[in-house]
């Protein structure tokens, strides 16, 4: 084969598989308590516990997306979530600027626990976090939703602060 020919082979299957793959959405997670669900305009309003904006549009069919399958498995997704006053996780993407919810999960009616700062040592063989108000990784600034039960707390959400 040519060298011309060849460079013309290999630049049209480097554009077929440019052109054939698709990006996917990296999901992410927030908590906070349903305020409104409106089913005709596909659209769930959370009061996040991070003050960030809470009005989430719901994802489309067919959308790929980065969503580990052992936390979604225990979510429902946007458009069949009907609990309004519930204190949930919502995982979400982003289009552009708008936040598109994927997966709710209940995290039932606390108490809970909210905290922020500087992870000191994360131990994953105790599922131990130890934190100066939270951190993923030395340094990192994050907020934390627990629960507390028998002098315990158990983390649901760790999150970075933006």
């Not at 308590?33 to 009061?47: A, W």
């Not at 979400?92 to 905290?115: I, M, N, Q």
């Amino acid at each position: 084969m040519k060298p011309l020919s060849r460079a013309v082979l290999l630049t049209s299957c480097l554009f077929l598989a440019v052109s054939i793959a698709k990006a996917q959405q990296m999901v992410h997670a927030v908590s906070g308590t349903v305020t409104t669900i409106h089913p005709k305009i596909q659209m769930t309003d959370l009061e996040t516990d991070d003050g960030s904006p809470g009005s989430f549009h719901w994802t489309k069919p067919g959308v790929a997306m980065n969503f580990d399958k052992t936390v979604s498995a225990d979510t429902v997704t946007a458009d069949k979530f009907t609990a309004l006053q519930a204190h949930v996780i919502g995982f979400y993407y982003y289009e552009g600027d708008v936040r598109t919810l994927v997966a709710v999960r209940d995290v039932g009616a606390g108490p809970f626990v909210k905290s922020s700062g500087k992870i000191l040592k994360l131990d994953r063989n105790e599922h131990l976090l130890t934190i100066f108000k939270f951190n993923y990784s030395k340094g990192v600034q994050v907020q934390v939703l627990a629960t507390q039960a028998n002098g315990s707390q158990t983390a649901l959400l760790i999150a970075p602060i933006i």
